[in-house]
């Protein structure tokens, strides 16, 4: 990042937007000692170290300010940056969305991340001929909240290298994103953007030769500016897609529907198991059947006979369901019992009212876990009872025209093509964590199941409903699942 920046001859002032304790100007200065560096950091105790480091008559200046609101009239000819990353309805600052907006001229969804603002400051902070360079989670890449950056991005014309880190293990401590390094420029090359991928450290060579030999070298991949569209994932210009191989594809929320479960805001408060619900008196009445962890659903049939082994075996499978109307004098003692531990003022229940109300969602016949490391896990929900967030719930489209059978979309979702069709659509963590969001799903893609004979549709079915017996027998046969899979791949691939 810092050679991107010291190759060009003409650098003088240099800005570090988040500058921490300083990695980036003490290498520099290491490199070239007659730069004016400015840095900013909003935290005390950060800045007072980064101080020290960097006595006041030295070529760095620090500032403790919010970078976001400050120095908006002052441009640079390097931009050097790893910004903070948090979502922005922890951050809760809805004038830094306001002040980007009005500066830039330009729309931002309400949930945006941090650090995308960042760099959008910065673009319009970069003088002609400056350079950029940003290390940041390659999350917006592939995230509806990117897409205006993507935008942004491609709009300035300052976009010129992304460099994906694709490492197998997590390279940066604590860091649960995988990252992406921006190289961006000023420049006239607005031709073509490169994107390269680093699965090994020995790989970064490729960079400093493209970065030394600017702008006659390629990235592993380069693709014409006009040719990106900002509204697409970008994993489509540098990673195969697994629904390329197959034919008769439609989107996922052509047949079914992906909501986030049951956000309660303080789960401890609002779950209950059996002990929990004599202990404060409360009557089933006022309690619903709910999964609150997904570590108590071991296989992908849920029935009701696994429900009351969890209630025996006093898991949280309950959720508050509280109404003052009821004028039950227990549910209003637990309700006075929250209040005096403010959990009515939590960020979630304070916006709900009244704020032990929770969002009725109906139980939904599938559910999918959100976050993992095997792959996509879906269950199905036969004990028909409610879920947290720690799944997504999946409802299926009541649509006329597409009518699909529950057992046999079911089967298709077991289906390793099925999981790997999804995958198109992941969010990647370090460490090999796998994340999505309910948009995520209802924007993939899915074989169009309609497309099979009846024949073919009944023999996949029958296939199934041997599974689920064995799965329910405690003998999962996962070879009939294998057979579904190959049925599938025959029908539909290209
Ligand atoms: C990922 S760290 C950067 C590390 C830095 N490159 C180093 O050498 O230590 C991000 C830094 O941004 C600071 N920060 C957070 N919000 C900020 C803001 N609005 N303006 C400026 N700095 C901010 C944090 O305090 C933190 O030190």
């Known amino acids: ?55 006041k008559n030295s070529n760095v200046q620090l500032f403790l300010e919010d970078y976001l609101f400050n120095d908006w009239d002052n441009k640079y000819d390097g931009i050097i940056c790893n910004p903070p990353y948090f979502k922005f309805h922890d951050y809760e600052n809805k004038t830094t969305l306001k002040e980007i907006k009005q500066r830039l001229k330009i729309n931002l969804s309400g949930f945006t991340n941090i650090y995308t603002l960042f760099i959008l400051k910065s673009i319009f902070q970069i003088k002609e001929n400056g350079r950029i360079a940003y290390i940041v989670p390659s999350e917006f890449l592939n995230s509806d909240y990117g897409t205006y950056v993507k935008d942004y991005l491609l709009k300035s014309n300052t976009l010129r290298h992304i460099i994906i880190f694709d490492f197998k293990e997590n390279v940066f401590d604590d860091a649960l994103t995988t990252s992406t390094i921006l190289l961006l420029a000023k420049d006239d090359n607005t031709d073509e953007v490169q994107i390269s991928k680093i699965s090994k450290v020995n790989e970064l060579n490729n960079i400093s030769e493209y970065i030394e030999k600017y702008p006659k070298i390629k990235g592993e991949i380069s693709i014409n500016k006009d040719k990106i569209d900002p509204n697409i994932k970008w994993r489509n210009y540098y990673q195969k897609q697994q629904s390329s191989k197959y034919k008769n594809l439609i989107q996922f929320s052509e047949v079914a529907k992906v909501v986030r479960g049951i956000a309660t ?26 999964i609150t962890k997904s570590k108590d659903i071991e296989n992908p049939f849920f029935t009701t006979s696994d429900f009351e082994t969890l209630k025996n075996k006093n898991a949280n499978i309950f959720l508050l369901d509280a109404d003052k109307k009821q004028q039950d004098e227990n549910v209003l003692a637990y309700i006075e019992k929250g209040e005096q531990e403010e959990i009515n003022k939590k960020f979630l229940t304070s916006k709900r009212k009244p704020w032990y109300k929770l969002e009725n969602r109906i139980p939904p016949p599938i559910w999918v876990g959100v976050f993992n490391r095997t792959g996509l896990k879906f269950v199905r929900n036969e004990a028909n009872i409610r879920n947290l967030t720690t799944f997504h719930c999946i409802y299926l489209v009541d649509n006329l025209f597409n009518k699909i059978n529950i057992d046999l979309l079911f089967a298709y979702l077991l289906t390793d093509t099925a999981k790997q069709i999804f995958d198109d659509n992941r969010r990647e963590y370090g ?44 003998n999962e046969n996962n070879e009939l699942i294998n057979q579904i899979n190959n049925i599938l791949r025959k029908e539909y691939e290209t």
């Open 1 to 55: 990042m810092a050679k991107w920046l010291l190759v060009n001859n003409e650098i003088k002032n240099v800005l570090d937007p988040a500058f921490g304790l300083g990695i980036f100007s003490r290498l520099l200065i290491s490199q070239n000692k007659d730069l004016n560096i400015k840095g900013f950091d909003v935290d005390p105790v950060i800045y007072k170290s980064a101080q020290q480091n960097f006595p």
């Open 265 to 290: 805001g303080a789960n401890d408060y609002f779950s209950f198991n059996v002990q929990k619900a004599q202990k404060y008196k409360i009557d089933k009445n006022h309690l619903l059947s709910c």
């Open 431 to 474: 460490d090999g964590l796998k994340k999505f969001e309910p948009n995520d799903l209802n924007k993939a893609l899915m074989l169009d199941l309609s497309k099979l004979s009846k024949e073919t549709s009944d023999k996949i079915i029958l296939l199934y409903q041997e599974y689920r017996i064995s799965v329910i027998q405690n």
